[in-house]
């Protein structure tokens, strides 16, 4: 459950872009509501030159002989189009960080006094390609690339709107979300400044039916950012190691 696991979380965008490019008899499984929703929730993330946003996720790990336990982590991110990002990330691994500047891309972890850095591409859609290939997780990935309602269009199978529940202290609109391996729920703010802030995926096809849960709080569409967001400037006593810091790892 590492990774790529958290990559569909970014459902609701993708689904924005399967409700314009599918065909007929594919649009039909996703019902006006639901499509109104994400279409409005996600072109605000698209349209945005930047935004910050924190993300606290809880997920299941399941064990050798079927018990699951549920770990978490939390990441602080900053974007701004075209080409800048800054991921802080707290988990059970320890404090990890990311810097993209547009032409260097920095990993860094500061308890352990390293830092990795590679030249990067000029976009962000580029730059995670790369990291990707590098086995660099850049978490919910599928919100920080230009198109972030793109990447669920093609396994999208339906979608329902359940109605105004709630959540955190608050009314949020409420959508469900099938593919052939999993089961989504999305709750999105007020349409007037609507907001993804809540997303519960589960696996019933995985051993031991995992689910993971983000919640999306502290959005900011208009951050106070400088490149020096963006740009990682290694203390004293800091080392430099090969990117990506992985491939540093005793085997």
């Not at 189009?81 to 990890?96: F, K, S, T």
Request: glycine share 6%.
């Amino acid at each position: 459950m590492k990774g790529r696991l958290f990559v569909p979380v970014m459902l609701s965008a993708a689904v924005t872009a399967g409700c314009a490019t599918q065909d007929a008899n594919q649009a039909a499984e996703v019902d006006l509501a639901t499509a109104g929703v994400l279409i409005q929730a996600c072109s605000r993330v698209r349209e945005a030159p930047a935004f910050s946003v924190t993300i606290d996720t809880s997920y299941d790990l399941v064990r050798e002989g079927g018990p699951k336990v549920q770990l978490s982590r939390r990441d602080a991110v900053e974007l701004a189009r075209p080409n800048q990002l800054h991921v802080d990330v707290i988990d059970d691994l320890g404090e990890r960080a990311v810097y993209y500047s547009g032409q260097m891309i920095t990993e860094v972890l500061p308890e352990r006094g390293i830092y990795a850095m590679s030249a990067a591409p000029e976009t962000i859609d580029a730059m995670l390609d790369k990291a990707n290939e590098s086995g660099v997780a850049m978490p919910f990935e599928d919100l920080l690339r230009t198109r972030p309602c793109a990447a669920f269009a093609d396994v999208i199978e339906t979608g329902t709107y359940l109605g105004l529940h709630y959540v955190d202290g608050d009314w949020r609109h409420h959508m469900l979300l099938t593919t052939e391996s999993a089961n989504f729920q999305v709750w999105v703010s007020d349409l007037t400044e609507p907001t993804i802030d809540k997303v519960v995926i589960d696996y019933p096809d995985m051993k031991g039916a995992p689910q993971l849960a983000a919640r999306f709080s502290e959005w900011n569409f208009a951050p106070a950012l400088s490149d020096q967001n963006f740009r990682f400037q290694p203390g004293e006593g800091m080392q430099q190691v090969g990117f990506p810091i992985a491939s540093n790892r005793p085997q």
